[in-house]
């Protein structure tokens, strides 16, 4: 398989994974934004969803995403705090 490929599987199997836990965290800044809601109510059926059940998985994994996206700003604000830091002790202002 190519590269672009596997990048492409590892992305699709992170997305489905992830709507698979609702609301579960996403690792640092690697944030995925959700799937759209799927409103095939004859798809849902056969994995025993309804519509409403669907959207709320949406705004779940919508939330998880937005708190990664925050998380991840923070930590590299943090981090950059620290090499700024550094970077004044070596060099001054």
């Known amino acids: 398989m190519t590269h ?3 990048t492409i599987a590892i992305i699709g199997a992170a997305s ?3 709507s698979q836990a609702i ?3 996403q ?4 944030c995925l ?3 759209p809601p799927i409103e095939n109510e004859a798809l849902l059926a056969r994995h025993g969803m309804t519509v409403q059940e669907e ?3 949406y705004f779940d ?3 998880s995403y937005l708190l990664c996206l925050q998380r991840s700003q923070n930590d590299i604000i943090e981090k950059s705090r620290v090499w700024h830091d550094r970077y004044i002790e070596l060099f001054g202002e």
């Not at 690792?27 to 690697?30: E, G, N, Q, R």
């Open 16 to 18: 489905f994974l992830g």
């Open 55 to 57: 959207y709320s998985r």
């Open 27 to 30: 690792p640092l800044h690697f």
């Open 4 to 6: 672009w490929r596997t």
């Open 61 to 63: 994994d919508l939330n």
């Open 33 to 35: 934004p959700p799937t």
């Open 23 to 25: 609301g579960a965290p």
